[in-house]
């Protein structure tokens, strides 16, 4: 799909610099300062440093505070400190800045507005009145079988009048996306080719919440076309929300980054670490006497880029690291999992 004159025209605007640094691979750590980094998150940012640096990349630490209620400034300081203390650095960001700033989402608000109205201009987003209890009645209803669990277009087609009638009663309206494609394809480093229908995706979905909010699909693909990026290293819990990002992308008339999604980190039971796991964050392993190193090799370990499980910096996993040994399994920790990192410490 061609990108219409709106869309052309913005495109422009915020894409110099991925065409000005054409070749050279871009990667970006892209936290969101909602809690402490935990192990999960320090496997994912460990690959994207390893993948950037093995190739002479670039790397953009990027703070995703797109979420007003539960971003804090002090998670953001705490990111950096973990960040730091684990070995990683980067070459642009919110500490050090660079050619491509903001490095906050919070203060890129305007230009997504101005994205969202390009992409209405071309009409290809829609208001929609659906509330949260609408959407999940409809989900538990007989017929949720028509259209599964995708957003069944109720606003879609709403006349001028029916709008107005439902401004009028005092509803906020999302904007969502619409997509006349059955299927998006893209294609993952670890996954090889995919094809998602866009119902697989939730169909239509909001570009900025009725609240005003904006979305994170919409925030990270204007992002990254800003700053360049060129490869994305992330968990495959995101992959199902790749092709929204893909569309949005293919409407801007950009290239997609190279995408990596890598396993998740679980824990002994088989459940996918959250910030909600206070247990695993690597400031409370820190405090307890927990090397960097130990962290570090463990999961380089786990991951399948060391055959040994011994105490490594992440300069010593980079000069043996390929993407392709990562393994395609879930990187499950042990249920002794501080013994172990402390033994690896040599604090136990």
């Known amino acids: 799909m061609n990108s219409t004159r709106n869309l052309a025209q913005i495109a422009a605007e915020i894409s110099p610099a991925a065409s000005a640094r054409q070749g050279v691979v871009k990667g970006r750590f892209a936290p969101s300062p909602t809690g402490y980094l935990h192990l999960g998150n320090a496997w994912s940012f460990l690959v994207c440093w390893l993948a950037a640096r093995k190739s002479g990349g670039r790397l953009v630490l990027r703070i995703e505070d797109i979420d007003p209620d539960r971003s804090k400034l002090e998670f953001v300081e705490g990111i950096l400190e973990d960040l730091r203390w684990l070995g990683l650095d980067w070459d642009e960001g919110v500490d050090v800045g660079g050619d491509c700033a903001p490095y906050t989402q919070s203060e890129s608000t305007e230009l997504y507005a101005r994205v969202i109205d390009a992409l209405q201009a071309d009409g290809l987003v829609y208001p929609c009145f659906c509330t949260r209890k609408e959407l999940r009645s409809l989900a538990s209803a007989p017929h949720k079988s028509d259209y599964g669990n995708a957003y069944p277009e109720i606003c879609l087609h709403l006349s001028d009048a029916e709008r107005k009638e439902r401004e009028a009663e005092g509803r906020r309206s999302s904007m969502r996306l619409h997509c006349e494609k059955s299927e998006i394809q893209f294609t993952d480093v670890l996954?090889?080719?995919?094809?998602?229908?866009?119902?697989?995706?939730?169909?239509?979905?909001?570009?900025?919440?009725?609240?005003?909010?904006?979305?994170?699909?919409?925030?990270?693909?204007?992002?990254?076309?800003r700053q360049g990026i060129t490869q994305v290293v992330r968990g495959e819990d995101i992959l199902h929300c790749t092709p929204r990002q893909v569309y949005l992308y293919e409407l801007l008339g950009c290239t997609p980054p190279e995408y990596i999604h890598l396993p998740l980190v679980i824990d002994h039971e088989g459940e996918r670490l959250a910030k909600r796991h206070g247990h695993f964050e690597l400031r409370k392993m820190r405090a307890e006497g927990i090397s960097a190193e130990a962290i570090i090799g463990y999961l380089a370990y786990l991951g399948g880029l060391c055959p040994t499980c011994r105490p490594m910096s992440s300069r010593e996993v980079l000069d043996v690291f390929s993407v392709d040994a990562i393994t395609t399994q879930a990187l499950q920790l042990e249920k002794d999992i501080f013994i172990r990192l402390k033994k690896l410490s040599g604090t136990c």
Not at 199 to 205: A, H, I, L, T, V
Not at 211 to 218: H, M, S, W
Request: aromatic content about 12%.
């Open 191 to 225: 996954h090889g080719d995919c094809c998602m229908s866009w119902n697989e995706c939730g169909g239509d979905f909001p570009l900025r919440r009725s609240d005003g909010v904006f979305a994170y699909q919409l925030a990270v693909v204007v992002d990254d076309i």
